[in-house]
């Protein structure tokens, strides 16, 4: 590097020492030495050019840094002078030019720079801003090879800081004003790409104050989108080891997720949705680059922040970006929160506790779910969201794909993520996620399935009312099959707890099981063992879990999973003591020659242990049966061995005896079904259901000609065919109606009932083209209605004969009896309607035969007379919609949501009635019957109902399209055509009105009408919740009910759902102002509170016919919830903007504006939704709207809007310090002209009406009042009122703060505020006690006032109310010198008293101890007082008069009058004191001083109701009390007149 010295040139100006030694070697013999005295002559001794040669000489050798380190020392030593620090300061800056032309390695350079920065105390000010001038020069450079600036300027700079002062081109300034210069510059400057990591290591040194900090991390930010993925790992520690706050981490994870958001996922999730064109182009950076960049990213996050921020605090920031899905729910911010999580840094550790950001990712995830549905269901939200919502199977797609690759930094998170989603109970979507998510996490990491199958067991066992878990597992078992039966461990541990959990916790269980025992014969071998256990149980629950377990085995078996994996004796032909079947069956059957030998012996082994079914009750037979046919229907192969072991079971049931070949007896034998204890009547017992029975063989019947089988079943068919002629031929005797009544004939009466259902089961189920088997269903029907009529009886006979001999039984001191069926006490046992057996597969066929002109299973001559028969037709009707309503409610561990049979039959059930009766509804209603109309349009209802409950997520695509082809037929869709026919009903229902007949026929006709448009209705109702918001027919059906609700009238309760229709759609399709004009009209149906603020009449087009006093409360009721819903929405889009305005303090400048933007965007259509809002509100508080339950709806109403109204404010107030916030551009300012003082005054006439309503009320003549109940009710009525106008003040109080922070006017737009006096009046409180006491049969007291004793407490608390005045002038006067103002005139001195007034109130309010919660209805009165001598003018305070009696006080010049008014005046009464007070409001607000914050407001005061007069009496003495220390305190003589009305003043706190 450097030239050899071979002619000595330089010992001729070097200095030798007396010795001959140079100065090169005494430095460094000296420094090894330490011997600094020596070694600061030698160098003291030596001239600068020497030091600086011999420098220049060592630079780049071995001896380099040592040298430096001995020269420095010695420069450095103890007193130095002015020209050593010149030598040294000239050594340094030649070290630091060398180090710009020479190259060495960052170890070396680092060397250097670092034993410099050892003595850089010792340097002079004027020394160090060379040095810091050097190396901003070297910034400035921006050349890679040279940073040595990075080490020591922060250094320099952190000493100049220290300096008290010190000048910089002769200018004197502070060391800390000088490094503020430094950084400011430092920032401004355009800093090199080549040297962005260097820079950040410069700052993280510098120590930076917060608001520097984000400025250099905000354009750190901006930089990096310019460098490659190999240059950002490095620069991402500096920056990560740089931040202190979770603010700044958040900063540069925006600045990261741009990035890879633009360079790498844009492209990736195009390609998914394949809308990516560009297939041609060329990346700037390979995916493999950006995927290890970001890995590496993601471990230099965890690392610098580990054990500097924790989760809560992180938390605590996040939280501000909650409502905004899109920023958070991306794979690198989704990867970069996960990898700051306990549950992904220590994941052993995590089983104990839990993740606070896990649980905010799933507040995110959940609201993106939430944003999905209001996007769905409003067009203004959707408009308002200004994107498109995250897909989540996107982003957990690419996150498995990412981890498939062995990048493993998020996994543990990632799974605990999964779960987390999984536990959220009650949310099925993010259930749902979680689920998907896991199913193909394991497809692709199938050596974390274990693992992950083991914690769902353990969390299904946990949590056994939560469902999600098992469904979990049975997804997983169903999806990945392998991955799940090598888990025998845990699936043996599940196992296991079947023998103690809840029958249907372990029925639900199973589910996962099942799939897997086609794989597994282990698993299979033990779930036997384990149900063979269970069926010999002492609990009867258990051994139903374990039929229903076996018959789950059943279902699955076939002959390639049958094998048992361990022979044992109890297995292989030797079934005699297991299965009941003869040797020689069990040898035939396990021949070797026979293809399904082991199917058929397990199936003989697990119908043996099902044998001991037999011997118990009902129940147990109930499960074998529906379980047993369900395995048949799946698996016909079972059907011999099936109908082998039932058939001695079902033989013994009938007796039969024959002479010659022909029947003599034939006998049923129901005393074998049903019986009764011989010492008690009332303890019935139910062996079986032969209904059930017989329906059950007749489905195996039906299937059993498939197989070529020896076995007969010719006497089970002869028997059941005997049993339908001998029904038919009316041989066999059932129970008729008399009068000796007792339970066991109900019983008889039931099973009877069954039992035919069941032959009609067997007609219809071995109907077929070459046999007359159907025909026999309508003389079995009418068997069966005769029975049915003769059960009704009963039942009406029964219920009274029970409750007579109860009284009786009670009255003779003997225990009461009750009816016990199984030994189970049955409360409703004589009911009016018995449970029809039929299952959907029989309802199916029988609609097809009632309804179908052509059927494959039967001729047309055998249906004809079926057909006709209305009785079975309505029947039929009422069955199906019974049986599809019930699958509802059918227990979860049926798993009917993943039965795609009840799928299929559910769409073929509702495909016949949709076609048969739907679309020929007024055919049918003409020329058949009403009622069967009725009940097909009540059939397809359910149905929609129940796909719509059950099979959501296939409604569309599966169930509509399987009944509704519309597209095939080129004709309307079924939503078109439930418009006709509705409208169609609707016109003859208008015929009927307008004709005027009336009739018993026609109350009929309109009850079934009334309940087949109720129907129909549902109908709708279903099928809109189903339309996308893009399909054509979701505007069409908006304009339908629209046109609906303006040319009909609504006539019933019912029917009113066509206005929630109406209002859902509307809000689906269209936006800007509605309700406000319809709420209108129910100031019309129930009339004004002020008629002055009725004005405005609801325009045309809008004008509903509909809204009728019948419909009216419903009517008011789904408009309440569409507001509510409304204002949800707009809650929540204020708490989206809040998080949005937190994101434009975060992101980097060139995004502010298009940030800011959006922010003013949102403001905007949330201030004029609101607008909507509220015009809607200023309507509905001017209706009479009836008191109770309505009334609640419209005052919560009002407090969830202020609510909302001071969100909004809060919000206005949080952007002030961060953007310019102008009151027009945002609209805030056209929402407070529009409520700012309509509203309220609207909301105080309601509260007037409300009280003189409540008050009010005329009594019964005759009957005493309640006081109790009295005061339960006005407390009831009027609870809401001091809530909602608590939330109006506090809107107000916000609104005039932001007006001071804003130096705006808009406190302007506020209601000046009313006075809530809440004092008694006198004579009005002697009155209602006097009254009160009359009328109670318990409390006695004397009506007149001079009856009572003077020393009662509330004799004394009267007089002293009622001797209360006014102060006089003096105390006027004194109080304003007191208060040090000039006294001008006397209005200026009653303003003063007023707002006085207003902060005493406050300041009583705040000292009094005991506030109550629940308030008593508000007493305002009005009153004049007496002029003085001088001329004094009113008071502009407001005072409103509503009394709690039928007396109102007035003031005149002589005192306070007392004038009784008559009760049924109350209303106009009402009216008039609202017109006076309008008019009091209008002549204050115009004489008012226009300031922009009022200070005149006055709040509601609160008293709290008791239920007795004593406890009434010493509430009002500690009031009076304390008003008497007020009234000493400021007066010192009574003189003026005698007012209630007036307070006594107090002197104002410091404040």
């Not at 040669?53 to 040298?67: A, E, P, T, V, Y």
């Not at 690759?405 to 949310?427: E, M, R, W, Y």
């Not at 609707?986 to 015929?991: A, F, I, L, N």
Request: net charge neutral; aromatic share 8%; with cysteine.
């Amino acid at each position: 590097m450097f030239a050899v010295d071979k002619n000595c040139e330089l010992s001729s100006i070097l200095r030798i020492d007396r010795k001959g030694k140079s100065v090169e070697s005494l430095i460094g013999e000296f420094g090894e030495k330490k011997n600094h005295l020596e070694l600061q002559r030698l160098v003291e001794e030596t001239n600068t050019t020497a030091l600086v040669d011999i420098l220049k000489s060592k630079f780049g050798r071995n001896d380099c840094i040592s040298f430096w380190s001995y020269l420095l020392e010695g420069l450095s030593f103890g007193y130095t002078s002015p020209d050593v620090l010149q030598k040294r300061f000239a050594c340094v800056k030649c070290m630091l030019d060398t180090l710009q032309t020479v190259e060495l390695s960052y170890k070396q350079t680092y060397d250097v720079v670092i034993r410099l920065c050892h003595h850089l105390s010792t340097f002079p000010s004027k020394q160090l801003i060379e040095i810091l001038e050097i190396c901003i020069d070297g910034v400035r450079m921006g050349d890679r090879k040279y940073i040595c600036w990075k080490d020591l300027l922060p250094d320099v700079l952190n000493l100049l800081a220290q300096h008290p002062q010190i000048f910089v081109n002769g200018i004197p300034m502070r060391g800390s004003e000088y490094r503020a210069n430094i950084i400011s510059s430092l920032t401004s400057l355009r800093w090199p790409i080549e040297i962005l990591t260097p820079l950040a290591d410069l700052f993280k040194g510098l120590g930076l104050k917060s608001a520097e900090k984000i400025a250099v991390l905000n354009k750190f930010g901006v930089m990096l989108q310019t460098l490659s993925p190999t240059e950002l790992p490095a620069l991402a520690f500096q920056l990560f080891s740089m931040c202190s706050t979770c603010s700044e981490i958040m900063i540069l994870l925006l600045a990261f997720e741009k990035y890879f958001h633009r360079f790498y996922y844009k492209k990736l999730f195009a390609d998914m949705q394949s809308n990516s064109t560009d297939f041609d182009s060329i990346d700037a950076y390979s995916d493999k680059e950006l995927r290890e960049a970001e890995e590496t990213i993601l471990h230099h996050l965890n690392y610098c922040t580990q054990f500097k921020i924790g989760e809560i605090q992180m938390a605590a920031v996040l939280r501000n970006l909650n409502s905004m899905p899109d920023i958070i729910l991306t794979p690198f911010m989704l990867s970069a929160i996960i990898s700051l999580t306990s549950a992904n840094r220590e994941p052993e550790s995590h089983r104990l506790t839990t993740s606070v950001l896990l649980h905010y990712l799933r507040n995110v995830i959940h609201n993106n779910e939430h944003e999905q549905k209001m996007a769905e269901y409003s067009v203004w939200c959707r408009d308002t969201l200004q994107r498109k919502q995250v897909q989540l199977d996107y982003v957990f797609t690419v996150l498995i794909d990412q981890n498939k690759h062995g990048q493993d930094v998020i996994t543990p998170g990632l799974v605990s993520l999964a779960f987390t989603l999984l536990k959220a109970k009650g949310n099925a979507p993010l259930n749902s996620l979680a689920m998907s998510f896991l199913t193909k996490f394991i497809r692709k990491r199938f050596v974390f399935g274990q693992g992950i199958v083991k914690k769902l067991a353990e969390w299904m066992v946990v949590e056994q009312d939560q469902y999600q878990f098992g469904e979990c597992l049975m997804m997983l078992s169903v999806a990945d099959t392998f991955t799940l039966s090598e888990c025998v461990k845990t699936i043996k541990y599940v196992m296991e707890l079947f023998l103690w959990l809840p029958s249907e916790q372990s029925m639900r269980m199973m589910s996962f099981i099942l799939p897997i025992l086609k794989l597994s014969a282990i698993v299979r071998d033990s779930f036997i063992e384990v149900l063979s256990k269970a069926i010999n149980s002492g609990d009867q629950s258990i051994r139903s879990m374990a039929v229903y377990g076996f018959c789950m085995i059943l279902k699955q078996l076939n002959n390639s999973n049958s094998q048992r994996s361990q022979p044992r004796a109890s297995s292989f032909c030797t079934q005699l003591s297991i299965s009941g079947f003869s040797l020689m069956s069990q040898a035939t059957l396990g021949n070797r020659q026979n293809p399904n030998r082991h199917f058929d012996l397990l199936t003989l082994e697990i119908i043996g242990l099902l044998r001991s079914c037999f011997a118990n009750n009902l129940p147990m037979k109930r499960v074998l049966y529906d379980n047993l046919q369900r395995a048949v229907e799946l698996n016909p192969k079972l059907v011999p061995h099936v109908l082998q072991f039932i058939d001695w079971h079902f033989r013994s049931f009938f007796r039969v005896s024959t002479v010659n070949g022909e029947v003599e007896d034939f006998c049923v034998l129901f005393e074998k079904v049903v019986c009764c204890a011989t010492e008690n009547a009332y303890e019935i017992q139910i062996q079986d259901n032969l209904g059930l029975l017989i329906q059950f063989i007749s489905h195996c019947l039906s299937q059993f000609q498939q197989f070529d089988v020896e076995y007969d079943v010719g006497e089970m068919q002869r028997l059941l065919h005997l049993a339908v002629k001998k029904v038919i031929n009316k041989d066999l005797q059932f129970e008729e109606k008399n009068d000796n009544w007792n339970p066991l004939k109900i019983a008889l009466l039931e099973q009877q009932m069954n039992f035919l259902e069941g032959l009609m089961s067997y007609s219809l189920l071995t109907s077929q083209q070459n046999n007359d088997n159907v025909k026999d269903i309508l003389p079995l029907f009418k068997a069966h209605c005769k029975l049915s009529e003769v059960h009704k009886s009963y039942a009406s006979f029964s219920r009274k004969q029970l409750q007579n001999k109860n009284r009786n039984d009670k009255e003779n001191g003997a225990t009461l009896k009750n009816i016990t069926v199984n030994g189970v006490v049955v409360k409703n046992f004589s009911k009016n309607n018995v449970e029809n057996i039929w299952d959907l597969s029989v309802v199916d066929k029988l609609l097809r035969v009632l309804h179908e002109d052509i059927v494959p299973f039967a001729s047309n001559r055998n249906t004809v007379a079926l057909r006709s028969s209305v009785e079975l037709v309505r029947y039929v009707s009422e069955v199906v919609s019974q049986k599809v309503g019930a699958l509802r409610n059918e227990p979860e561990y049926k798993q009917l949501a993943h039965s795609r049979r009840t799928l299929k039959c559910l769409t073929d059930i509702t495909k016949v009635v949709y076609e048969r009766c739907i679309l020929r509804l007024l055919e049918l209603w003409a020329n058949f019957d009403e009622y069967s109309a009725a009940l097909g349009a009540e059939c397809f209802q359910q149905c929609l109902q129940t796909a719509n409950t059950i099979y959501k997520k296939k409604f569309v695509d599966v169930f509509l399209k399987g009944f509704d082809f519309h597209t095939i037929n080129h004709c309307k869709q079924s939503l078109e055509i439930l418009h006709d026919v509705i409208d169609k009903l609707m016109e003859d229902e208008q015929r009927n009105d307008l004709s005027n007949s009336r009739s018993a026929t026609n109350d009929y006709e309109n009850a079934y009408r009334q309940r087949t448009l109720y129907a129909l209705m549902k109908c709708l109702e279903v099928l809109y919740d189903n339309l996308s918001f893009e399909d054509r027919l979701t505007t069409e059906s908006y304009s339908w009910l629209l046109n609906f609700c303006k040319r009909y009238e609504v006539k019933s309760k019912n029917l009113s759902l066509v206005h929630k229709l109406l209002f859902t759609q509307r809000q689906k399709t269209h936006s800007g102002a509605f309700f406000n004009t319809i709420s209108l009209q129910l100031c019309g149906i129930w009339g004004a509170v002020t008629d002055e603020l009725y004005e405005s009449e609801c325009p045309p087009a809008f004008t509903l016919k509909s809204l009728t006093m019948e419909s009216a409360e419903s009517y008011f009721t789904y408009l309440c919830q569409a507001l509510r819903k409304q204002l949800d929405d707009a809650d929540y889009f204020i708490q989206k903007a809040n998080n949005l305005n937190f994101r434009y303090r975060l992101i980097t400048e060139d995004e502010r504006d298009m940030c800011l933007s959006q922010l003013r965007s949102m403001e905007r259509s949330i201030c004029s939704q609101l607008v909507h809002i509220s015009n809607a509100l200023i309507n509905l508080a001017n209706a009479c709207i009836p008191l109770g339950t309505l009334m609640d709806q419209l005052l919560k109403l009002l407090v969830q809007h202020y609510m909302c109204l001071k969100n909004l404010t809060k919000h206005f107030l949080g952007c002030v310090g961060t953007s310019q916030v102008c009151m027009k551009t945002t609209r805030f300012e056209f929402l407070l002209r529009a409520v700012g003082k309509s509203l309220p005054t609207n909301i105080y006439a309601l509260v007037s009406y409300i009280e003189a309503n409540v008050i009010d009320k005329e009594q019964p003549q005759g009957k005493h009042s309640n006081p109790k109940a009295e005061s339960s009710k006005i407390l009831r009525e009027t609870k809401l009122i001091p809530k909602v106008v608590l939330h109006l003040e506090t809107f107000n109080r916000f609104v005039i703060v932001l007006s001071k922070k804003t130096n705006s006017r808009i406190a302007n737009f506020l209601h000046q505020g009313t006075v809530h006096d809440f004092r008694f009046h006198s004579h009005a409180l002697k009155t209602a006690i006097e009254r009160t006491f009359s009328h109670s049969s318990e409390i006695s007291v004397d009506s007149s006032v001079e009856s009572m004793k003077p020393e009662t407490v509330e004799d004394d608390f009267l007089k002293r109310i009622e001797t209360n005045t006014l102060p006089n002038e003096n105390d006027k006067k004194r109080k304003k010198r007191d208060l040090n103002i000039p006294c001008r005139n006397e209005k200026e001195v009653s303003e003063i008293e007023n707002c006085d007034g207003n902060v005493n109130e406050r300041e009583d309010r705040d000292e009094c101890d005991g506030t109550s919660s629940s308030t008593s209805s508000i007493s305002m009165s009005k009153s004049n007082s007496k002029p003085s001598k001088k001329t004094q003018k009113p008071s502009k305070r407001k005072l409103r008069s509503c009394d709690n009696d039928s007396y109102v006080n007035y003031s005149d010049d002589n005192g306070v009058t007392k004038q009784p008014l008559n009760i049924a005046e109350s209303n106009r009464r009402v009216r008039k004191v609202i017109g006076c007070q309008r008019l009091n409001e209008n002549e204050a607000e115009s004489e008012a001083c226009s300031s922009p914050t009022p200070e005149s407001v006055e709040l509601l005061e609160h008293e709290s109701n008791q239920e007795s007069a004593s406890q009434l009496f010493k509430n009002l003495a500690k009031i009076n009390k304390k008003a008497k220390k007020r009234t000493l305190q400021e007066t010192d003589d009574n003189e003026g007149v005698n007012v209630v009305n007036t307070r006594p003043s107090k002197k104002r706190r410091g404040r």
